[in-house]
């Protein structure tokens, strides 16, 4: 599968913005094969779990510096997933990828890695 992330950009603390992640999947597969997630990196810092979202959507986990902040859907006609970003705080600057894993499994072992990458969209949230 094939991911492509975009919504990145700057905005203000305390300010909005929504990620997306078209997704093109292959042959024989479909959208809603894939459990989706998002990670970022900030400069300088190692590479973090930011949330993961279920085939159906109907069940999310998040970072806990993320909770009740950042909400997680998915449009499985469009192949798309998005990651809302409400309430940013200048430590939400990263680089913000999205990733998607076929494996049956707990949400909470996605935390580690997921299978496939896109690259990047940079979030820069000035203070």
């Known amino acids: 599968v094939q991911l492509q992330a975009s919504g990145g950009g700057l905005v203000q603390a305390g300010g909005s913005l929504r990620l997306s992640c078209a997704a093109s999947v292959p042959s024989g597969r479909t959208f809603s094969n894939y459990v989706m997630g998002w990670f970022r990196q900030a400069p300088g810092k190692e590479r973090e779990f930011v949330g993961a979202i279920t085939w159906g959507g109907r069940a999310t986990s998040y970072a806990d510096s993320v909770k009740g902040r950042f909400t997680m859907s998915r449009d499985n006609a469009k192949n798309t997933a998005y990651l809302q970003m409400n309430s940013l705080k200048p430590e939400d600057t990263a680089v913000y990828y999205c990733?998607?894993?076929?494996?049956?499994?707990?949400?909470?072992?996605?935390?580690?890695?997921?299978?496939?990458w896109g690259k990047g969209t940079l979030v820069t949230v000035s203070s």
């Open positions: 990733t998607a894993d076929p494996r049956t499994a707990p949400l909470g072992s996605f935390r580690s890695g997921m299978d496939h």
